[in-house]
């Protein structure tokens, strides 16, 4: 069993700054890419930002030079900086992990995994 915890989420006026975590646990044997995505209403989910097992990081058009992805290799825990933000960045916010789990004997193919999602509010 793998769980995803996200956490970070609240209401911020505009130009301001939130950071969001996403903590993994559970029976992981590795974590390979890590991604944030967001859904705001009425519309399809997006991509962010993602961050690879060796910190190579892509992020969507509508977030570069203002948001930063990073991770803790250590403790299963990817970040999302958003700093500049805007009211068009409401959303709620979902952490995403490609990952192997330890089974009894071996370990599993890679697996996608979701967390429950946080939600983001910019507003004045």
């Known amino acids: 069993q793998v769980t995803l915890v996200e956490s970070g989420g609240g209401l911020v006026q505009p130009g301001g700054s939130l950071r969001l975590s996403c903590a993994a646990s559970g029976s992981i044997f590795s974590i390979n890419a890590m991604a944030w995505y967001r859904q705001a209403p009425g519309k399809q989910r997006e991509l962010v930002a993602t961050i690879t097992s060796s910190s190579s990081t892509n992020y969507g058009d509508s977030v570069k030079g203002r948001f930063t992805i990073s991770r803790d290799n250590a403790n299963n825990t990817v970040y999302l900086q958003m700093n500049s933000l805007k009211p068009e960045d409401t959303a709620v916010y979902y952490c995403?992990?490609?990952?192997?789990?330890?089974?009894?004997?071996?370990?599993?193919?890679?697996?996608?995994?979701w967390g429950q999602g946080t939600q983001v509010t910019v507003s004045s």
């Open positions: 995403n992990a490609a990952l192997r789990v330890r089974r009894v004997v071996g370990v599993s193919p890679l697996y996608n995994y």
